[in-house]
C-alpha cells in the first residue's frame, strides 16, 4: 500500500507538471487542437492517479492498526482528529481531492485549451504538492528547530524532484501513445517537449542528488555500513536504481535526443525515424518501470544504519537479552564547519555539472540538425541521418 500510494502521488504530481512546464507549452506553439489533445490525456491520468491516491492513502491509515484487517471508519474519524498526524493525513487526502476536481475540467477538450487551463494546471499542482509534502512533514514539535527545518527542507527537494522527473516519465510515455498529438506534428512537438522536460528532469536529478547525499550522510557512517545493514542493504539496490536511471538518461540526453532534433531538420523520410519513433517510447517505458521499482524499495528504508549498526553491537556484547524497544540510539549528527563547507562545495560542483551537460547536449543538438539539414550533404551521402 506504501507503494501504490507514492505512485499515484508522485505520479500526478509529475503528469500535472508535465502538462504546464513542457508537454502544454509545445502543444501551444503548434496550434489549438494539439494543446487539447495533450492536455485531455494528462488531465485525465492525473484525475486518475489523484483518485487512486486518495484510496491508497485512506487504505494504509485503514490497515495501520495494530489489529490487523481494514478498518476504513477508523481511518476516516482519524482525518482531523485533533492530533497533528490526524491534521496532516486529513490535509494530505484534501488536497487529493481538491487536485483532482481541479483537473477534472481539462479532461475535457472544450476546457482544455481555455483561459482557465494555466491557473486549473498551478493550483492542481500545488495542491498535489502539498499532498506530497504531507507525507515528510514532522507530526511533533521538534527539539532541534534549525535540524529539523533542514532536514525536512532536504525531504521536500527529494519528494518533488522524484515527482516530477518520474512522474513526468510517466507523462511521456503516455503521449508517446498516437493520439495524442496529430502525426503531422509528433516531429515539431516532440523536439519542443523533449529538450523543455530535459531542463527540469536535469534540476529534479540535481535536486535529488543534493538531498541523497545529506540523507546519506544524515544515516550512514562509511560505505561499509551499505554491505552490513539491512537500512544499507536497501539503500544500496535504492542507489543502484537509481544510477540505471542516470544512465538512460545520459543515453537520452546525449545520443537520442539530439538526433531527433535531426530527424526533425531533416525531414520525415529518414532511414532512422522509425528507428527512433520506437526507441522512445521503450526508453521512456524502461524509465518509468525503473521509477516505479524505486519507489517499491523507497518504503523499505525504515531507521538508520548507523543506529542499526551500533545496536548490533550493543547487543552482540551484551550479556543479556536486549528487546528492539530497549537497545540504544545513536544521537544526530552534529553539522560542523567542515559539514557546510562539504555540502556547499558538492552542491556548486553538482550545479556546474549539470548545466554544462545541458549546454553541451545543446551544442551537439545543433550541430546534428546542421548537418541533417537538407542541402548540407552531397547526395550521394548514405547511411547516416539524411538519405539521398
Given at each position: 500500500?506504501?507503494?501504490?500510494?507514492?505512485?499515484?502521488?508522485?505520479?500526478?504530481?509529475?503528469?500535472?507538471?508535465?502538462?504546464?512546464?513542457a508537454?502544454?507549452?509545445?502543444?501551444?506553439?503548434?496550434?489549438?487542437?494539439?494543446?487539447?489533445g495533450?492536455?485531455?490525456?494528462?488531465?485525465?491520468?492525473?484525475?486518475?492517479?489523484?483518485?487512486?491516491?486518495?484510496a491508497?492513502?485512506?487504505?494504509?491509515?485503514?490497515?495501520?492498526?495494530?489489529?490487523?484487517?481494514?478498518?476504513?471508519?477508523?481511518?476516516?474519524?482519524?482525518?482531523?482528529?485533533?492530533?497533528?498526524?490526524?491534521?496532516?493525513?486529513?490535509?494530505?487526502?484534501?488536497?487529493?481531492?481538491?487536485?483532482?476536481?481541479?483537473?477534472?475540467?481539462?479532461?475535457?477538450?472544450?476546457?482544455a485549451?481555455?483561459?482557465?487551463?494555466?491557473?486549473?494546471?498551478?493550483?492542481?499542482?500545488?495542491?498535489?504538492?502539498?499532498?506530497?509534502g504531507?507525507?515528510?512533514?514532522?507530526?511533533?514539535?521538534?527539539?532541534?528547530?534549525?535540524?529539523?527545518?533542514?532536514?525536512?527542507?532536504?525531504?521536500?527537494?527529494?519528494?518533488?524532484?522524484?515527482?516530477?522527473?518520474?512522474?513526468?516519465?510517466?507523462?511521456?510515455?503516455?503521449?508517446?501513445v498516437?493520439?495524442?498529438?496529430?502525426?503531422?506534428?509528433?516531429?515539431?512537438?516532440?523536439?519542443?517537449?523533449?529538450?523543455?522536460?530535459?531542463?527540469?528532469?536535469?534540476?529534479?536529478?540535481?535536486?535529488?542528488?543534493?538531498?541523497?547525499?545529506?540523507?546519506?550522510?544524515?544515516?550512514?557512517?562509511?560505505?561499509?555500513?551499505?554491505?552490513?545493514?539491512?537500512?544499507?542493504?536497501?539503500?544500496?539496490?535504492?542507489?543502484?536504481?537509481?544510477?540505471?536511471?542516470?544512465?538512460?538518461?545520459?543515453?537520452?540526453?546525449?545520443?537520442?535526443?539530439?538526433?531527433?532534433?535531426?530527424?526533425r531538420?531533416?525531414?520525415?523520410?529518414?532511414?532512422?525515424?522509425?528507428?527512433?519513433?520506437?526507441?522512445?517510447?521503450?526508453?521512456?517505458?524502461?524509465?518509468?518501470l525503473?521509477?516505479?521499482?524505486?519507489?517499491?524499495?523507497?518504503?523499505?528504508?525504515?531507521?538508520?544504519?548507523?543506529?542499526?549498526?551500533?545496536?548490533?553491537?550493543?547487543?552482540?556484547?551484551?550479556a543479556?537479552?536486549?528487546?528492539?524497544?530497549?537497545?540504544?540510539?545513536?544521537?544526530?549528527?552534529?553539522?560542523?564547519?567542515?559539514?557546510?563547507?562539504?555540502?556547499?562545495?558538492?552542491?556548486?560542483?553538482?550545479?556546474?555539472?549539470?548545466?554544462?551537460?545541458?549546454?553541451?547536449?545543446?551544442?551537439?543538438?545543433?550541430?546534428?540538425?546542421?548537418?541533417?539539414?537538407?542541402?548540407?550533404?552531397?547526395?550521394?551521402?548514405?547511411?547516416?541521418?539524411?538519405?539521398?
Amino acid at each position: 500500500m506504501a507503494w501504490a500510494t507514492w505512485v499515484t502521488l508522485m505520479g500526478f504530481v509529475g503528469v500535472t507538471a508535465l502538462a504546464l512546464m513542457a508537454a502544454g507549452p509545445a502543444a501551444r506553439r503548434i496550434g489549438a487542437d494539439a494543446l487539447a489533445g495533450v492536455t485531455v490525456r494528462l488531465a485525465r491520468a492525473a484525475v486518475v492517479l489523484a483518485v487512486l491516491a486518495f484510496a491508497a492513502v485512506l487504505t494504509d491509515l485503514a490497515h495501520s492498526g495494530d489489529s490487523g484487517g481494514y478498518h476504513y471508519k477508523a481511518a476516516w474519524n482519524a482525518l482531523y482528529d485533533g492530533t497533528n498526524a490526524g491534521r496532516l493525513s486529513g490535509l494530505e487526502v484534501t488536497m487529493l481531492l481538491v487536485g483532482a476536481a481541479l483537473t477534472a475540467p481539462l479532461a475535457f477538450r472544450g476546457a482544455a485549451n481555455g483561459r482557465a487551463r494555466k491557473g486549473l494546471l498551478i493550483t492542481g499542482l500545488g495542491a498535489g504538492m502539498i499532498a506530497l509534502g504531507t507525507t515528510r512533514f514532522p507530526d511533533a514539535m521538534p527539539e532541534e528547530w534549525g535540524h529539523t527545518v533542514f532536514e525536512t527542507a532536504m525531504w521536500m527537494l527529494h519528494l518533488f524532484g522524484g515527482a516530477v522527473w518520474l512522474g513526468g516519465l510517466a507523462g511521456l510515455a503516455l503521449l508517446a501513445v498516437p493520439g495524442a498529438v496529430p502525426s503531422a506534428e509528433r516531429s515539431a512537438f516532440w523536439s519542443s517537449t523533449i529538450r523543455r522536460f530535459s531542463a527540469a528532469a536535469m534540476s529534479c536529478v540535481t535536486a535529488i542528488t543534493l538531498s541523497g547525499l545529506f540523507l546519506y550522510w544524515e544515516h550512514v557512517d562509511g560505505p561499509s555500513q551499505l554491505f552490513t545493514t539491512m537500512y544499507g542493504r536497501v539503500l544500496g539496490v535504492k542507489i543502484l536504481i537509481f544510477g540505471t536511471l542516470l544512465l538512460l538518461g545520459v543515453f537520452n540526453q546525449f545520443w537520442l535526443h539530439p538526433r531527433i532534433d535531426a530527424l526533425r531538420a531533416a525531414g520525415d523520410e529518414r532511414p532512422l525515424r522509425t528507428i527512433l519513433v520506437r526507441q522512445f517510447p521503450a526508453v521512456v517505458t524502461v524509465e518509468t518501470l525503473l521509477g516505479m521499482s524505486l519507489l517499491f524499495v523507497a518504503p523499505f528504508l525504515h531507521g538508520s544504519a548507523r543506529n542499526q549498526a551500533f545496536q548490533a553491537e550493543t547487543a552482540k556484547h551484551s550479556a543479556i537479552a536486549i528487546s528492539p524497544e530497549d537497545l540504544p540510539r545513536l544521537p544526530d549528527k552534529v553539522v560542523s564547519a567542515s559539514t557546510w563547507v562539504l555540502g556547499s562545495t558538492e552542491t556548486i560542483a553538482l550545479i556546474a555539472l549539470m548545466i554544462g551537460g545541458y549546454w553541451f547536449s545543446g551544442v551537439l543538438a545543433r550541430r546534428r540538425t546542421a548537418a541533417a539539414a537538407p542541402g548540407s550533404r552531397p547526395a550521394t551521402a548514405t547511411g547516416d541521418l539524411v538519405e539521398a
